[in-house]
């Protein structure tokens, strides 16, 4: 629902925590409380250091000056360390309790199956060649399909995460390396049908867990881009880095439907125009961080290599032609019209 001053302060003031210098409504001036017409929450999955929590709290200070004051949101890291993570955030994005939310595709995936063609492993060269597919037909394929589950996407709102690779105690060079490993990934089918192609054991576990599952021996591997590794501190529970790219992944912001279309035009223009400015910032941000971090992890003990990757698609082979049927002929055929992959 859209929230008014007295509707988000009842609901959310014990809650609300300073990660911007936005004002908190309850605390605001008279005056800074008589211009606010809409009070919002957003949530993401990223620590307070990362790109995307940095970019999203500018995005909203921006909104919330070109608005003269009338829309404010407040940005949480870590998802405000709601219990069942990103599940139970899409769940409360969905039934409005929050409004704005980030999130991959995977787990998109779960209320939302095409969501699902963000991770087709082995489809995007590259980060860019993500962001092309996603600006484009294709992105513009998944916002329609997301307002039929009552979310609202924007046309140039996918933030970026990066390149996927495996990160383990083991050396991978081969599929076969893969064999028999506990493999930690996000909630998600098609990236847990990945890695049982490769032998793995995929087992789910929420990325704020990630360092204590694999020293612990919950997991053996986990596979995320070269940022993850960083602010998790990954390096003191693992020696070797495959720079697979196995797998692009990214965050697309959403919003609650029923709220955005109760949003008056001009506020709905001042959010999309700081989305698409902020998102394309972010994404150069995080594709300077993944690069310059290879060079900086290693001096941290990890050992790097990059595996030739024709062995792991060949392996894929089944993979590909469930998810096809899966994804549907519109969705696959954007797809391949996007990117030139051909699985």
């Not at 988000?8 to 605390?27: H, I």
């Not at 076969?176 to 990236?191: F, N, S």
């Amino acid at each position: 629902m859209s929230l008014t001053r007295r509707s988000f302060v009842a609901a959310a003031v014990g809650s609300l925590t300073a990660f911007s210098r936005l004002p908190d409504v309850a605390a605001a001036s008279p005056r800074q409380s008589r211009d606010v017409e809409f009070a919002f929450r957003q949530y993401h999955n990223q620590t307070p250091t990362s790109s995307l929590h940095k970019r999203l709290v500018e995005l909203w200070e921006a909104v919330y000056e070109e608005s003269n004051h009338r829309l404010v949101c407040k940005v949480f890291a870590q998802n405000n360390n709601i219990q069942g993570s990103d599940p139970a955030a899409l769940e409360a994005l969905v039934n409005g309790d929050i409004q704005f939310f980030t999130l991959m595709g995977g787990i998109l995936g779960t209320v939302m199956p095409v969501a699902e063609v963000q991770q087709v492993p082995y489809a995007f060269r590259s980060a860019a060649h993500a962001h092309q597919a996603m600006d484009g037909p294709l992105g513009a394929y998944l916002i329609e399909e997301m307002a039929a589950k009552g979310i609202h996407g924007f046309r140039v709102g996918a933030f970026d995460n990066g390149m996927r690779e495996i990160t383990s105690n083991t050396r991978i060079a081969t599929p076969a390396d893969l064999a028999g490993l506990k493999m930690r990934v996000p909630a998600g089918q098609l990236v847990a049908d990945t890695f049982k192609a490769f032998g793995c054991e995929p087992v789910t576990i929420n990325s704020d867990s990630i360092y204590a599952a694999l020293k612990d021996g919950r997991a053996d591997a986990q596979e995320n881009p070269l940022t993850l590794a960083d602010q998790f501190k990954l390096y003191e529970v693992v020696k070797y880095v495959a720079m697979t790219d196995h797998m692009w992944s990214g965050f697309n912001l959403l919003a609650h439907l029923p709220t955005w279309q109760r949003l008056p035009s001009d506020l709905q223009a001042i959010v999309d125009r700081n989305v698409a400015k902020h998102v394309k910032l972010q994404r150069q941000d995080q594709i300077a961080a993944n690069t310059r971090l290879r060079a900086e992890l290693a001096t941290r003990g990890l050992a790097f290599n990059t595996p030739d990757p024709a062995p792991f698609k060949k392996q894929l082979a089944g993979v590909y032609a469930t998810w096809k049927e899966k994804l549907g002929s519109k969705c696959w055929r954007l797809l391949e019209e996007s990117t030139g992959f051909r699985g």
